[in-house]
């Protein structure tokens, strides 16, 4: 009997204050997809930027007419790196072999002799995979006699370093504001239903019920409106998935990942409804009893 009382209360709260309801459930909705877009993004762009260093290779150009000697001399200097893990020696020859596999052509045959430069390729240990050290390595190897040219893609990381950066601020100030709206409006919901309901409360406290059992149907009916909200952020964010998908061949969502969507977004969506309008009704329902 208590079950069909608190949720025919939940639902007589949900349908009296209907206008309200459904502004809180677009708010959820919307923030729900701001804010797990928002992670998406931050997520695809720290991945994006991991490999790209875990796969990094910095290119030592050595001068053209560079000696063998001094070229294996340099490498020596090289080794003395700590911060380096590996190198690996691209002799004339190689560089030729690596020309013809990339383009399909023989560089002897185009130019009727060999321009390309001895080189090495460098991976650092991926602790100093960073900006900061990399321009710092550069200059350093730059500085080394007999080197002409030190390259790797610098702009590329330091662009993915700034726009992560910038999405991760942007985050955090987003979802503080989402948090007050949904907040806000989760708990304006809550008060509405209380107040119109404040006789009844203060008889059935007077009637011996628990604090439990008067709290229970607005506390359900945030909870519900999370519920509604997060169930339509999945589907939106699903359906924007699906276009994505269709619209880019290279682009492939795994079937795994919708499955996280609907669980993850419903579920904070439940969490929030359900802890704002916990703390909500609390502070309402003690205001009645304090007029008593």
């Not at 709260?13 to 997809?33: D, F, K, Q």
């Not at 701001?34 to 050595?62: G, P, R, T």
Request: glycine content about 6%; proline content about 2%.
């Amino acid at each position: 009997m208590k079950l069909l009382f608190v949720i025919r209360q939940t639902l007589n709260n949900l349908w009296r204050e209907r206008t309200p309801v459904v502004a809180t459930i677009l708010t959820i909705c919307i923030a729900l997809t701001i804010m797990i877009a928002l992670f998406e993004v931050s997520w695809v762009l720290y991945n994006e930027l991991h490999d790209l260093k875990s796969n990094m290779v910095i290119e030592v150009y050595l001068d053209s007419q560079i000696s063998g000697t001094r070229a294996r001399n340099i490498q020596e200097e090289l080794n003395n790196y700590n911060t380096i893990d590996r190198i690996r020696y691209v002799s004339k020859e190689t560089a030729a072999e690596i020309f013809l596999q990339e383009f399909g052509e023989n560089i002897n045959d185009i130019l009727d002799e060999n321009p390309l430069p001895i080189s090495f390729e460098i991976r650092l240990l991926p602790a100093f995979n960073h900006s900061d050290y990399l321009s710092l390595f550069k200059k350093q190897v730059e500085n080394i006699p007999g080197v002409d040219e030190v390259h790797y893609r610098h702009v590329l990381i330091e662009k993915l370093e700034a726009l992560t950066e910038v999405v991760a601020i942007a985050g955090i100030f987003v979802l503080i504001i989402l948090l007050f709206a949904m907040n806000l409006l989760v708990r304006n919901t809550i008060k509405l239903s209380v107040y119109a309901k404040r006789r009844q409360i203060a008889i059935m406290n007077i009637l011996g019920a628990g604090n439990l059992l008067i709290r229970l149907p607005f506390i359900l009916e945030g909870a519900i409106e999370g519920l509604i909200g997060g169930i339509f952020s999945a589907a939106g964010l699903i359906i924007t998935h699906k276009f994505i998908e269709s619209s880019f061949a290279l682009v492939n969502f795994s079937s795994t990942m919708y499955k996280m969507l609907w669980v993850y977004t419903i579920t904070l969506g439940i969490l929030i409804g359900l802890l704002t309008s916990a703390g909500a009704v609390g502070r309402f329902v003690n205001k009645i009893f304090s007029k008593k």
